[in-house]
């Protein structure tokens, strides 16, 4: 294996970094210093000292107990005030100025934020700057839809003798958790439509990628009125647990694993108050028909399976491939990925970087060998060497179903690949497997396709044809079936996850609508209104 770690005097001065001791959170609408007990940040990325490589602090941040939870939490209460707060009963277009001026303020902080997501989870140079702007897309995006939505509710509707109007009201309390490996546009694509809809939000950035959001405290605090947006630091089972045992929180919105999902929600003691908004675990299969074009498939799966080291819900985490043209395609894939260059987030063109999760080459060795031990074999020259974070990928075959690998989410650079000899076992695997995320077909052959997806639409939330599984576009439903998902999200479906509908009616006489006339000639309501933004 040809991957090193770099000294220090290797590191170009652009993307050199000074740590970041965060001390300030935001709370009510202030920026408030801890004095308390520290979490340490360690990035991926080692440097060598003394010919030896040695893990670098990049930081810290505020290790919270109860108390400032709870007081987070009390500052979400406040500015809500059971949805008479001044930002659930301020105008959309009134908060589409805020949430704009948010955006105009965290755009001034691009490159410190590409640069942290870079150090903070080894994130490529490119990927990362990809992340930062397709949040902001996703934040403009979300300003179009939330106007379309005010233009749609602007109207009266007349049924069965009634009138009335139907918008969409907020919730309350929302609590929003995001992932380490998109901790920017993850967490916006929760967090944004939440505030948008009128919530307010207590937010918890994830274990990896907390120091990123640190350049946005004060960008959210010049942007929303006091409590809207209160943050969270420290050990979840600290500060998590004494807010949703309270009962308080409306919405739970959360991007990671099932366990944790449903050991956080359990806590809640009123769980038919309490919204689950959840993305979840996936182990997302590729099928190769035996007629696939395997020189159009393979970059497709080559992407697909290893991008960001395979760290993404959506990546291909099984390939089964037609035993007729599974040594073809085992040559194929590994000719290509031997052009893929390993090395730290800042060089040009590379594609394999450290994992940022504790202890995670560990565990994936482990999961190797239990493959091998159940008669896989590692396909490529330095599969599964390991050197501190970083873990060249291991492409392994034949997995055999006995194995870990065959049924465990993986999640980092490990390339499980099965051959079959009829469809019908590809087809038994999506149907027992506890996730259904999504699948992609590779073929040419129009009615095994056909049929195929019309399995597989009823197994999992997006059939991908031709093409690797994956997110975007964003006015896309991106979900998920079984265990990969509850609610769903895009741009349109969020916005619809963090409100509900609501509507005022009455008679349909000409005194209700004399009402309903001065209502809306003096604007006594904010509700009831014929008013909308263009």
């Known amino acids: 294996m040809s991957f090193k770690f770099p000294k220090s005097s290797e590191i170009p001065t652009e993307f050199s970094i000074l740590p970041i001791h965060q001390k300030e959170y935001l709370i009510d609408g202030e920026l408030k210093v801890w004095e308390g007990k520290m979490i340490s940040v ?37 500015a809500y005030d059971g949805g008479s707060g001044e930002w659930p009963q301020t105008s959309i277009e009134n908060r589409i100025k805020a949430i704009q001026k948010f955006t105009n303020l965290m755009l001034k902080e691009r490159d410190l934020i590409i640069r942290l997501l870079m150090w903070e989870i080894g994130k490529t140079h490119k990927d990362s700057a990809k992340e930062f702007d397709r949040t902001i897309e996703y934040i403009n995006d979300t300003i179009n839809a939330l106007k379309a939505g005010d233009r749609d509710s602007s109207r009266f509707v007349f049924e069965k003798g009634i009138l009335a109007q139907i918008k969409r009201a907020p919730y309350g309390i929302v609590l929003c958790m995001g992932p380490f490996n998109y901790p920017l546009n993850e967490t916006f694509c929760t967090l944004i439509p939440a505030i948008a809809m009128g919530n307010t939000v207590l937010f918890k950035p994830a274990k990896f990628g907390v120091l990123l ?43 990671g694993a099932s366990t944790t999902a449903n050991i956080i929600t359990k806590k809640h003691p009123r769980l038919n108050r309490l919204r689950s908004i959840l993305g979840l675990n996936a182990k997302n299969p590729a099928i190769l028909l035996e007629d696939c074009d395997l020189e159009s498939a393979i970059p497709e799966i080559l992407m697909g399976s290893l991008t960001y080291n395979g760290q993404r819900c959506t990546a291909l985490k099984i390939i089964f491939v037609h035993e ?60 599964g060497e390991v050197l501190e974070s970083f873990m060249f990928p291991a492409v392994l075959y034949p997995v055999s179903k006995d194995s870990r690998l065959y049924h465990e989410e993986q999640f980092g650079p490990l390339v499980p690949i099965v051959p079959y000899k009829d469809i019908s076992e590809t087809i038994a695997y999506v149907k027992e497997s506890n996730l259904g995320q999504q699948a992609s077909i590779f073929g040419r052959d129009p009615k095994v396709i056909g049929k195929l997806t019309d399995i597989l639409v009823n197994q999992v939330a997006r059939v991908n044809i031709n093409a690797q599984c994956q997110r975007g576009p964003d006015n ?45 000639e003096t604007k006594a309501s904010s509700f009831i209104s014929t008013n909308f933004i263009l």
């Open 324 to 383: 007729k043209i599974a040594d073809s395609f085992i040559k194929k894939y590994l000719a290509a990925l031997a052009n893929w260059k390993a090395g730290m987030p800042w060089e040009k063109d590379v594609m394999l970087t450290p994992l940022p999760e504790e202890g995670k080459t560990k565990w994936l060795t482990e999961l190797m060998d239990d493959a091998i031990a159940k008669g896989a074999r590692i396909q490529n020259v330095g599969g």
């Open 476 to 520: 896309f439903p991106f979900t998920g079936r079984k265990d990969s998902a509850d609610g769903t999200l895009s741009v349109s479906d969020a916005l619809r996850a963090f409100s509900m509908r609501s509507l005022v009616a009455a008679k349909d006489d000409e005194e209700s609508k004399q009402l309903f006339r001065e209502i809306l």
């Open 42 to 78: 360690h990035s991926p990325i080692f440097l060598e000292e003394s010919g030896k490589p040695k893990q670098l602090e990049i930081g810290s941040y505020p290790a919270f107990g109860a108390t400032e939870a709870l007081a987070a939490l009390a500052s979400c209460e406040r």
């Open 213 to 255: 959001l640190e350049p946005l405290l004060k960008c959210f605090k010049e942007a929303f009125p006091k409590g809207v947006i209160n943050t969270l630091y420290g050990d979840g089972a600290s500060v998590i647990s004494p807010i949703m045992e309270s009962g308080k929180i409306d919405v739970f919105a959360f991007i």
